[in-house]
């Protein structure tokens, strides 16, 4: 029998270079002169514009600070106008922290009289002003009790007094004298 034809076979390793390998450095010459020029050229390009810009943002600098160097004077001299309108604000600060804290008299007044009956004669009104509500301390005479009810009653209806209590009563000569203790609200005085 003859002897049978050998297939035709191809031997190829991939991993074995058929020729002699470039070295690294062949290859990064290569490398620098086909691609790493362009690199090359957009960082000078890059270098360039921010060293023009330096420059640029130097003279835009100096020209304000001459700006401000130029007004100085100008605000100096709004000094002492400065001052007084601080010490404006400052009074009226306190005005109106004196005005919150102290009590609207002639409203007080008022509201009592409007309470008080045609037969109560008031002899004396005291106020007392402290940290906390201010107490009003009424003093009169009457020749009825009603009226001392009525007034009574009146001044608990007010929205300005609360704590409206009879602290004394007494007769005297035809004469019933009363003595009324009451507090009086916080109204928070009266805004500029």
Do not use: C
């Amino acid at each position: 029998m003859p002897k049978p034809k050998p297939l035709l076979t191809i031997k190829l390793n991939l991993l074995k270079p058929q020729s002699n390998p470039e070295k690294l450095v062949v290859k990064l010459v290569r490398w620098l002169l086909s691609s790493g020029r362009f690199i090359f050229v957009i960082v000078n390009a890059i270098v360039l514009i921010a060293f023009g810009a330096r420059f640029k943002l130097d003279a835009d600098l100096a020209a304000k600070k001459e700006s401000i160097e130029q007004q100085i004077p100008y605000i100096e001299s709004l000094k002492l106008y400065e001052i007084l309108i601080r010490e404006t604000q400052l009074k009226l600060v306190t005005i109106d922290n004196t005005k919150k804290g102290t009590l609207d008299w002639p409203e007080i007044l008022g509201r009592v009289s409007d309470q008080t009956p045609l037969g109560i004669k008031v002899t004396s009104i005291n106020i007392v002003k402290k940290i906390g509500p201010a107490a009003i301390h009424i003093n009169g005479e009457t020749t009825s009790s009603n009226n001392i009810t009525s007034f009574i009653k009146g001044l608990k209806e007010e929205a300005t007094f609360s704590e409206v209590n009879l602290a004394g009563v007494g007769l005297e000569q035809e004469n019933i004298k009363f003595t009324i203790n009451a507090s009086i609200k916080p109204t928070g005085g009266k805004s500029l």
